[in-house]
C-alpha cells in the first residue's frame, strides 16, 4: 500500500528520490481519503519551493485541500496530464497521477521525513482516532 522506496510527509504527500531529481504526489491514503479528485492546481517550472510551504491546491467534489512540499528545490516538470485528467490522482497515486518533479537543493531534507512503515504506523494511528 506504501512504496517503501518512497519518503512520506504527515501531510501525505511523498517524494521519490532519482538522483537530484525528486518527484513529488499525494498517497495512495490521501487519495482515497480526498476521494473523486476532479481539479490539482501545480506551480509553475522555475517555480522554487520551500520544504513545508505549500505548492499547489487538490480540489474533489467535497473539499479543496494545500498542498505541501516535502523538499526544497526548484520545479522542473509537472504533470500536464492531470489538467484534463485529474482523476489520475485517485488511479495511480504513485504512478501516472504524480504531481510535480523538482531539483532538490537540500538532500539532507530526505532525512526527516517519514520511511514507508513510519508513514503506515502514522496512518494506521489516524484510522483509528
Known amino acids: ?16 528520490r532519482e538522483d537530484d531529481i525528486v518527484s513529488i504526489g499525494v498517497s495512495d491514503y490521501a487519495q482515497a ?18 520544504q513545508h510551504n505549500t505548492f499547489g491546491v ?10 505541501y512540499a516535502p523538499v526544497s528545490g526548484e520545479v522542473i516538470e509537472i504533470n500536464v496530464e492531470l489538467e484534463d485528467a485529474p482523476e489520475l490522482v485517485n488511479e495511480a497515486p504513485y504512478g ?3 504531481m510535480v518533479k523538482i ?4 538532500l539532507g531534507e530526505l532525512e526527516g521525513l ?3 512503515s513510519e508513514y503506515q ?9
Not at 1 to 16: G, I, N, T, V
Not at 103 to 106: N, Q, T, V
Open 1 to 16: 500500500m506504501f512504496p517503501a522506496d518512497l519518503k512520506y510527509m504527515k501531510s501525505h504527500e511523498w517524494a521519490r
Open 114 to 116: 517519514m520511511s514507508a
Open 58 to 67: 487538490i480540489e474533489s467534489v467535497k473539499a479543496a485541500f494545500d498542498l
Open 103 to 106: 531539483r532538490i537543493s537540500d
Open 96 to 98: 501516472d497521477g504524480w
Open 33 to 50: 481519503e480526498i476521494q473523486d479528485v476532479v481539479y490539482v492546481e501545480l506551480p509553475e517550472v522555475g517555480t522554487i519551493l520551500e
Open 121 to 129: 504506523a502514522m496512518v494506521e494511528t489516524e484510522e483509528n482516532e
